[in-house]
């Protein structure tokens, strides 16, 4: 497992951008897929995006798809959530995760290594 620490997030008017960032302590970085998932107050746990190891591949869930991009850069141990056109619905709290499984998941079961998180508010 892997030690993630998110950062980034805060209050935002809807509309508007943020980006959060996800440090990881490990030698190993590139060993793992990376994933973004987020949590609204009493609701479930969703996958908002992830991205491969090298990070020439990306996929997203379809609530974001073309308002999110995923990132990462290996050399700095980081991966990175860029949202745009940020929505009250985007509000809640995200996590960073990583999994040494196949590219593809979108199950938190499938991801062992988990931030703490960063909470993110969207204004109307």
């Known amino acids: 497992q892997v030690q993630l620490v998110e950062s980034g997030g805060g209050l935002v008017q809807a509309g508007g951008s943020l980006r959060l960032s996800c440090a990881a302590s490990t030698r190993t970085f590139s060993n793992y897929v990376m994933g973004w998932f987020r949590q609204a107050p009493g609701k479930e746990r969703e996958f908002v995006g992830g991205?491969?190891?090298?990070?020439?591949?990306?996929y997203y869930a379809d609530s974001v798809k073309g308002r999110f991009t995923v990132s990462r850069d290996n050399a700095k141990n980081t991966v990175a959530l860029q949202m745009n056109r940020l929505k009250p619905e985007d509000t809640a709290r995200y996590y960073c995760?990583?999994?040494?499984?196949?590219?593809?998941?979108?199950?938190?079961?499938?991801?062992?290594?988990w931030g703490q998180g960063t909470q993110v508010t969207v204004s109307s």
């Open positions: 995760a990583g999994t040494g499984r196949r590219y593809g998941s979108t199950s938190g079961g499938d991801f062992g290594s």
């Open positions: 991205i491969s190891l090298s990070g020439m591949n990306t």
